[in-house]
């Protein structure tokens, strides 16, 4: 139940502000997906509440424009429009918090980022931290990286990169060229053998027509699942295809938000759910998963090339019990540098998340990669 009713409101737990602060991270390389996007930089936007009796939560804004039509302007904006109304409230008053959160549609990742810092703040008045309200069950999750679309022999040594530094699943962005991803695919498996997890993103780019002889493909080139291969919008194809029982889908792009998981549900066009906390945060991601589960799905917890900070928040979500998946948790593998004090450390293909209690934003990192 919400802490909205029949409480006493502290003056030290009501919100003080809200700041945005935009910054820049580079990476090793350029990170491309889908059809024509491609990532250079991670230009996102740290989210702070500040409560009158000092207590602070900070999390992480990652803006989209070709996924979510946001950009680093527009989060700013979306923040500074809803900031008026989150003055002067109790940091417990969740029902209260959540109206004004949920007042605007769209603007994912402002509202999600703006979510996980309430939370923060609420376990930080209370003397606690996130690690004490939200680690679930499941402490050592096997984490996946991201490969982005490159020539095959960049791919293959990014791969050799992330599973010397502790990785052992890799999410493959496919779909510009099929016959060479099959080839991919296939030299990934040969490299690494069984002990290397693979699956593929397509990012909406088959074709009814086409989808199901390639999904059969990637299965008999040893993939677990494929996320996303039809477009979101053409929901009795993608139906129709998940009841052909391929390969394993797993809905991203279809799910946003849960009243898009409902639809989804209703239609059963999936078989893994990826929440993603940079753009439901731990309200409406908490919620998804355990609806999800109910339904008899699995669940895993993606990423929206999360920096240091949205990946401790990524991880703590993949502890609860209904997450069953590798977890998207090791993009700061591509950061040059990042704004967290510690570095984020996998290994034999796991991340201990109980071992990031001291990880934290580094107050000089931030002032030197802030931008605007």
């Known amino acids: 139940m919400s802490a909205a009713t029949d409480h006493t409101v502290r ?29 250079s930089a991670a230009e996102h936007v ?30 700013l904006a979306i923040l500074s429009h809803l900031t008026p109304g989150l003055i002067g409230l109790d940091i417990t008053d969740e029902d209260a918090l959540n109206r004004i959160r949920n007042s605007v549609t769209n603007n994912h990742t402002a509202r999600g980022a703006l979510d996980m810092a ?15 309200t939200l680690l679930g069950s499941n402490t050592r999750v096997r984490p996946s990286f991201i490969l982005g679309i490159a020539p095959p022999a960049e791919m293959l ?14 999410k493959v962005k496919v779909g510009r060229n099929h016959t060479r991803d099959l080839a991919l695919i296939r030299e990934l498996r040969q490299t690494f053998g069984p002990d290397v997890l693979l699956y593929a993103d397509s990012n909406e780019t088959l074709s009814p027509e086409l989808a199901p002889g390639i999904l059969a493909a990637m299965r008999e080139a040893g993939l677990m699942y494929v996320e996303e291969p039809l477009p979101a919008r053409d929901l009795r194809a993608r139906a129709e295809l998940h009841s052909q029982g391929v390969l394993p889908i797993v809905a991203d792009d279809s799910c946003f938000t849960p009243a898009d998981l409902e639809r989804e549900l209703d239609f059963d066009t ?53 997450v069953t998946e590798p977890c998207e948790l ?43």
């Open 118 to 132: 309430l939370w923060d703040a609420r376990a930080k008045v209370g003397g606690q931290s996130l690690f004490d």
């Open 46 to 75: 740290l989210v702070r509440v500040t409560l009158e009796g000092g207590a602070v939560g900070e999390a992480e804004a990652t803006p989209r424009p070709t996924i979510y039509g946001e950009t680093t302007g527009s989060v």
């Open 270 to 322: 999936f078989d893994v759910l990826n929440v993603k906390t940079a753009r439901n945060g731990f309200t409406d991601g908490l919620q998804m998963l355990r609806r999800a589960a109910a339904h008899g799905k699995r669940g895993m917890v993606g990423s929206q090339a999360s920096t240091g900070l949205g990946t401790l928040h990524a991880a703590l979500l993949s502890t609860q019990p209904e």
């Open 11 to 39: 003056p030290d737990q009501t919100i003080r502000s809200v700041e945005a602060i935009a910054y820049r991270l580079p990476l090793t390389s350029a990170l491309a997906w889908g059809a024509h996007s491609a990532l």
């Open 330 to 372: 090791s993009f700061v593998l591509k950061l040059r540098d990042d704004l967290l004090n510690l570095p984020i450390e996998f290994k034999d293909g796991w991340l201990d998340v109980g071992s990031l209690r001291e990880h934290r934003v580094d107050p000089e990192k931030l002032r030197h990669y802030a931008i605007g």
């Open 157 to 170: 040594a990014e791969a050799e990169r992330v599973v010397a530094a502790g990785v052992r699943c890799l």
